[in-house]
């Protein structure tokens, strides 16, 4: 990780910092107390928490709609390939190259799937690199293709999850956020999820990852931090957290024999 | 029979002008969640400044004018007011655009003062003879322009950035910005549209059968917010629908009013609001609307 900071003059790779950064709601609610985390320029970096632990919170600061939520920075500080992300319009955000899928998928039911992947590239002007971007997603997600005219309401869940990933990749992102894409899905669909982040990953496009479900998202990156009460309690590479006890302890629970023994077969599986 | 081919080409007429201040109001609505209503008084702004420079300028560029001065309103509305007040709740922001219809509709009928003003359009009270009907031209022109504007309105809806912007942004503002759509520039398009159509209708309220532009002009407009509601105050087809009915019920209850005697007069009046219980009683979100009006 220092390594790449040294590069980082040479050869300005643009990463996520994120210092001591924290947030209340409405003036008294502190959400996140002091989080600093770094998304390197490539790769994929897990972010894991139970509900409540700010993980949304931490994404809507670094996407700038907080505002939305009556949230406010108060203290810290958000990067991205050095230049400030704080208290910028979520345009710019995506501007810069950080695009969010958010929780829950929220497509644009009413809108056609070719319409809400428009609605991603709205921000870039050159129609041509739209088109030829458009082209790329009905090529990575065939199905989507398929149902290019269909109303996005219509589609299945994992469908939708798809499109939600597309739909971001659209505006042709350096880091990809993503918030829960497995929830609400079924296991097969989450490992085309998890299938899909790597392809990402693989690009050359950055993924912050932001889950409940641990063992998918230690599965598929390389590092991890473990959010607790608005603090960093956990980070370190991925591989060693999913065997670590202390992980388990903070954050798998009492559940963790039932899990550790589920995540084990699945994380073999994923890897290949 | 020709009385009601003439009252059916009078109320489509009415209608379309009716469909033109519905959909202003219906994009404004959908894009910022603000119920306008300042829009009656917008569009007597526009009216009033073609009325107000047709004799030194020419009809065609005081219509030119009318709009860019409607739209301007638009503008200084979404930047001065809708802008700042974006985070509070809509409820503020339609009790502010109540704030901006007085004061405006104030100074407008100030202007006006117990006049009629003449638009200067070209048509005047000609009339057009055909197989035994007679129909204003104005009122023809009336339904061309509307037709038009609606198709184009439409296109522009489904078919460009903005429009994709402004249904995304309609369904779910945050995840739109997200997406790097610029909510304050879907604003400021929606204002600056609604503007456009009003003063176009705000035109053809003021022209032939009407004697013109008089200092309660904004208040003619209000019977558009019937259409509003009768279509749905979030489809834009709906407000379209909307407007013909109402122009229709009003055109056809004031034709045979005659008829209708047992009833009372000014039936034609009260007409919009009749059908607009009705179908509200039916439909409480309009014919085709999606969200509950709890909002407003």
Not at chain 1, 15 to 21: A, M, T, V
Not at chain 1, 222 to 247: C, F, I, N, Q
Not at chain 2, 151 to 169: I, S
């Amino acid at each position: 990780m220092t390594i790449d900071a040294g590069s980082h003059v040479a050869e300005p790779e643009p990463s996520l910092e994120i210092r001591d950064l924290s947030v209340r709601y409405g003036g008294a609610v502190h959400a996140l107390r002091g989080v600093s985390l770094r998304v390197p320029a490539r790769g994929v970096v897990a972010v894991l928490g139970s509900n409540g632990a700010g993980k949304t919170t931490l994404l809507r600061a670094v996407s700038g709609t907080l505002p939305m939520h009556r949230g406010r920075v108060d203290g810290g500080e958000v990067t991205f390939g050095g230049r400030s992300l704080l208290r910028r319009d979520p345009a710019d955000v995506v501007a810069a190259g950080v695009v969010q899928v958010p929780e829950g998928r929220r497509v644009f039911g009413r809108l056609t799937v070719d319409e809400n992947l428009r609605a991603g590239a709205i921000g870039a002007r050159d129609r041509r690199a739209r088109a030829a971007a458009r082209d790329r997603m009905y090529e990575t997600f065939p199905r989507l293709a398929q149902l290019r005219g269909q109303r996005a309401r219509l589609l299945s869940g994992g469908e939708q999850q798809m499109l939600a990933i597309a739909r971001a990749l659209m505006a042709g992102p350096t880091l990809l956020l993503l918030d829960e894409p497995s929830l609400g899905l079924a296991p097969r669909i989450v490992e085309q999820v998890a299938e899909v982040v790597g392809q990402v990953s693989a690009q050359g496009t950055a993924v912050m990852l932001v889950e409940q479900n641990a063992a998918m998202a230690l599965a598929v990156s390389e590092h991890a931090y473990v959010l607790d009460l608005g603090r960093v309690a956990v980070e370190g590479p991925s591989a060693e957290l999913s065997t670590s006890d202390e992980m388990r302890k903070l954050y798998l629970g009492e559940t963790s024999g039932i899990d550790s023994s589920a995540a084990a077969p699945k994380l073999a599986r994923w890897s290949g | 029979m020709s009385n009601l081919v003439e009252l059916l080409i009078s109320g489509l007429s009415l209608g379309s002008i009716y469909a033109l201040i519905a959909m202003g109001f219906v994009v404004v609505f959908k894009a910022t969640e603000v119920v306008n209503f300042a829009h009656g008084s917008i569009l007597m702004l526009g009216a009033y400044v073609i009325a107000a420079t047709y004799s030194r300028i020419g009809f065609p560029a005081a219509v030119v004018a009318g709009l860019a001065a409607a739209a301007t309103a638009g503008l200084l509305i979404d930047r001065l007011l809708v802008r700042r007040l974006r985070r509070r709740t809509h409820t503020a922001l339609a009790i502010v655009t109540i704030g901006v219809d007085i004061v405006l509709a104030a100074e407008l009928a100030r202007r006006v003062g117990t006049d009629v003003l003449n638009m200067g359009d070209p048509w005047g009270d000609d009339t057009w003879r055909v197989a035994g009907f007679t129909f204003p031209v104005a009122r023809l022109a009336a339904i061309a322009v509307a037709l038009v504007l609606i198709a184009a309105f439409g296109a522009l809806v489904r078919y460009t950035d903005w429009g994709v912007a402004m249904r995304a942004a309609a369904e779910d503002a945050e995840t739109a910005s997200l997406m790097g759509i610029r909510l304050s520039r879907v604003s400021l398009v929606a204002w600056m549209t609604a503007g456009v159509l009003a003063a176009v209708a705000g035109l053809f309220l003021a022209t032939f059968p009407s004697p013109g532009l008089s200092a309660t002009a904004n208040t003619t407009a209000l019977r558009a917010f019937p259409a509003v509601v009768v279509g749905g105050m979030d489809s834009l087809g709906g407000a379209v629908v909307g407007g013909l009915v109402i122009g229709l019920a009003e055109a056809l209850t004031a034709g045979y009013s005659d008829h209708l005697l047992f009833l009372g007069h000014g039936l034609g009046d009260v007409a919009p609001y009749a059908v607009m219980i009705a179908v509200l009683l039916w439909r409480p979100t309009g014919l085709f609307g999606t969200k509950e009006l709890s909002r407003v």
